[in-house]
């Protein structure tokens, strides 16, 4: 079945107190075109971001920072030789050493810049090159020893992002077991492709291009897109390689282009007020005609800092069911202006 933007509106209907007159409040049902993941525009009365002011934890942390220059190198763990004979790689300021809360067999943490908090208005172009171009060093070094075929990128930036270091570092690792996320996709991509035949991921391109309402930007290498049933409050950004379907295969001019965007992306987060994010890259093995890299990037905010209630309630964290206060058609009217690949 080809590509389709499913959506029905509920009213629920209420009583004013004081007037007695019954309003009704409009939510908007979606599924996702490729799961069928359900997912929801609501809760958009009364929501607006409140600002928090992480100053005091920024200073209090930079003092036992194990990511801080005069640090990191005798802190840090150093990989076993045969994984990496220098034991760390390093490439500008970023250096990739073990994690030592391991996710699995093979799984490293980046420090991506020598200064303790970056605002996000602050990742320049070479912070995040580097960085991105790093992990792939390690995933190419680790490739070497192992048939895990899954490279997986994540950043959790900031502590309503679940980060738990304030100083920016990025999580690498390599895998046979990719989280539910992506073999849900990579089990509907297949079932797309044997009956369209074509990758749904470019399909996917074609159809946000044709309508525009999502579409953000195109560059040589990228596509950007809002996704149509997004996982953040405030709608997330999609960036799809049309080209790659592996991490290991992306060129410098690739990533070149990714940090582009996603530096710009990040600027404008920080003029809306947003202060967190979760970004992570799908990546699949190099048989998967159906698949293309592709990234997702998703504000994170505490929906009430006051008292630090997170965005995350038990709808989404044990019904998996995700809802967007704003709509990803507006986030992307916004974005469209911000980005200029
Ligand atoms: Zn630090």
Not at 55 to 81: G, K, Q, W
Not at 245 to 264: H, K, M, N, V, Y
């Amino acid at each position: 079945m080809p590509i389709q933007f499913e959506r029905r509106e509920k009213v629920a209907r209420y009583v004013d107190a004081q007037t007695g007159e019954e309003h009704g409040i409009t939510c908007e049902l979606r599924r996702d075109p490729l799961t069928g993941h359900s997912g929801r525009v609501a809760h958009v009365l009364g929501f607006r971001l409140h600002p928090v002011d992480f100053a005091p934890m920024i200073e209090a942390s930079r003092h036992h920072c194990p990511f801080c220059p005069e640090r990191i190198l005798s802190v840090t763990p150093r990989f076993p030789a045969e994984i990496v004979p220098e034991g760390r790689i390093h490439c500008g300021e970023a250096v990739v050493f073990p994690n030592l809360a391991p996710y699995d067999q093979h799984s490293a943490v980046v420090a991506m810049t020598h200064e303790h908090y970056v605002p996000l208005s602050g990742f320049s172009d070479p912070i995040l090159r580097d960085s991105f171009a790093a992990c792939l060093d390690y995933f190419r070094a680790v490739q070497r020893l192992s048939d895990t075929p899954y490279a997986l990128i994540f950043w959790n930036y900031l502590p309503a992002s679940g980060g738990t270091q304030i100083h920016p570092h990025l999580q690498a690792f390599v895998t046979d077991t990719p989280g539910n996320a992506l073999e849900d996709e990579l089990a509907a991509g297949l079932r797309y492709y044997q009956s369209e035949g074509r990758p749904y991921w470019n399909d996917l391109v074609h159809e946000e291009v044709q309508l525009g309402e999502r579409f953000i930007a195109r560059g040589s290498h990228t596509v950007w897109l809002t996704s149509f049933v997004s996982q953040s409050l405030l709608a997330d950004t999609l960036v799809i390689f049309p080209e790659r379907r592996t991490a290991t295969a992306l060129t410098e001019a690739d990533i070149a282009e990714f940090c582009i965007g996603l530096g710009q992306t990040l600027r404008h987060f920080e003029t809306q007020g947003i202060y967190s994010f979760n970004l992570a890259l799908f990546s699949a093995t190099p048989d998967r005609e159906d698949f293309r890299v592709h990234a997702r990037i998703s504000p994170r905010v505490y929906m009430t800092p006051r008292i630090w209630g997170t965005d995350t309630s038990a709808l989404q964290h044990l019904y998996g069911e995700h809802f967007m206060v704003r709509t990803p058609e507006a986030a992307a009217q916004d974005l469209r202006a911000a980005l200029n690949l």
